[in-house]
């Protein structure tokens, strides 16, 4: 007898309630029913799915091997029940995203046109980190995300959706603020707040102080850019950041930022999709969206963007 639905979904639900009597709980079954259905899909498999000496719901490497593709199939026919429910001319649906605290900011203009074109369409953005986006599209936890670099998985394709720069970011009262380019040699006494998440542009931002022979004092970390913005604000330090993540500081003027001479880097958001794979009408829609907003953006590059 082959595996079927139903158990893929006692086995994601053990393994994520971490207990066979919570995973009961959520399945409105009984125990005794759950452990029946993991029985039976080990002897499909021919190998246990659980460590049976431990009462928290772990997971032996079969059953890890098991999971990820039970929720995908999981995942896959959510799917496929919400396009067949999804109406051609948009009267239903949604569209999910993946972003982080950053690139979010880069979906709203493209949000506003699509709610303006799609009013009655769900969007919900989900946050999560840059690095584990790729991996959500791919598991279909998400229809589309939003990223700072191109990925190179082959079943992944991107459209190039907008580009932002890097700007160091003073206090309308430091010396500096007045000016319009520094050079990195002149940071060297500064105190730097930054992001406590590693990142491609942040070892770029290391390698380029290193070039120049500059320390580079970060004497504070914090989670969150909205928290490094206040910071700066108050004049504790200052802090090298994409210019657009300031936007609304630097039209309050809380904040200035200035042009690093040497550190002129672009940054390209990258709109991520399952390649080859059936759309919804709903997320077709919102790459038509991002690509026409691309279009109209300052940053003509970003218009190249396609999807197949």
Do not use: W
């Not at 190998?47 to 009462?55: A, C, H, I, T, Y």
């Not at 919400?82 to 900011?105: C, H, P, W």
């Not at 989900?126 to 589309?144: F, H, N, Q, T, W």
């Amino acid at each position: 007898m082959p595996i079927d639905i139903s158990q893929l979904e006692v086995l994601v639900a053990v393994a994520q309630e971490r207990g066979f009597s919570r995973a009961a709980e959520r399945l409105h079954r009984t125990q005794p029913a759950v452990s029946q259905t993991i029985r039976r899909l080990e002897q499909e498999i021919g190998e246990p799915v659980f460590d049976r000496s431990s009462k928290d719901g772990t997971l032996t490497a079969a059953g890890q091997v098991l999971l990820e593709y039970a929720i995908q199939m999981l995942n896959l026919r959510r799917e496929a029940t919400e396009a067949v429910r999804e109406l051609a001319d948009f009267q239903r649906g949604k569209v999910s995203i993946s972003a982080n605290e950053y690139t979010v900011m880069h979906l709203l203009p493209i949000i506003d046109v699509y709610r303006a074109r799609h009013p009655l369409i769900k969007i919900e953005v989900k946050r999560s980190y840059g690095s584990r986006i790729p991996a959500e599209v791919l598991g279909r936890d998400v229809d589309l995300g939003m990223i700072t670099y191109k990925p190179n998985h082959p079943a992944l394709g991107s459209l190039l959706a907008g580009s932002d720069e890097l700007a160091l970011i003073l206090a309308p009262t430091h010396p500096l603020a007045g000016r319009e380019e520094v050079s990195v040699r002149e940071l060297g006494v500064e105190a730097f707040v930054a992001h406590n998440v590693r990142s491609p542009y942040r070892e770029r931002v290391v390698e380029t102080f290193t070039k120049h022979k500059t320390p580079l004092n970060i004497v504070i970390e914090l989670p969150t850019l909205e928290s490094i913005k206040r910071t700066v604000a108050t004049g504790i330090g200052v802090a090298l950041m994409p210019k657009l993540a300031a936007r609304t500081e630097l039209e309050r003027g809380e904040v200035v930022a200035v042009t690093v001479r040497e550190m002129k880097l672009e940054r390209k958001l990258h709109l991520i999709y399952r390649k080859g794979a059936k759309l919804s009408h709903a997320a077709k829609a919102f790459l038509s969206c991002a690509r026409d907003v691309a279009k109209s953006s300052p940053h003509r590059a970003s218009a190249t963007g396609r999807y197949q």
